[in-house]
């Protein structure tokens, strides 16, 4: 998804931060055209996800419809449709899984050349 500042202000509530990074607390992650969603609750979670579709379209956005769990996965819909899980990512070009393995990370780099 394409970032637009505004966009996940106005969609992630401020008023809960789930995820504690050096005594910072964040409920989401930010870099240029990628935002990663953290909330332990799912009903919780299909609420952002709604909003945060709304406030993309408005501007032309589309939304990546697959999402990534290190829980149980539950179903959160957008646009009618169940969102994809996946076991892995890429952010910020390093592999991202709830069971990170070094050598998927190697092995990405020396395909990258």
Do not use: C, W
């Not at 609420?47 to 290190?70: D, F, H, P």
């Not at 076991?87 to 020396?110: F, G």
Request: avoid cysteine; aromatic fraction near 6%; proline fraction near 4%.
């Amino acid at each position: 998804m394409s970032y637009v500042p505004g966009v996940a202000e106005r969609s992630v509530p401020n008023e809960e931060y789930n995820l504690n990074i050096n005594g910072f607390r964040i409920n989401h992650l930010r870099f240029v055209d990628d935002l990663i969603l953290i909330e332990e609750d799912p009903n919780k979670l299909q609420g952002v996800v709604q909003k945060l579709a709304i406030r993309s379209k408005e501007v032309g956005l589309k939304i990546n419809k697959s999402v990534m769990t290190n829980s149980i996965e539950v179903e959160i819909k957008l646009d009618g449709n169940s969102l994809e899980y996946v076991s892995e990512y890429v952010y910020l070009e390093q592999i991202i899984a709830p069971n990170d393995q070094m050598s998927k990370k190697i092995n990405k780099r020396i395909a990258s050349g």
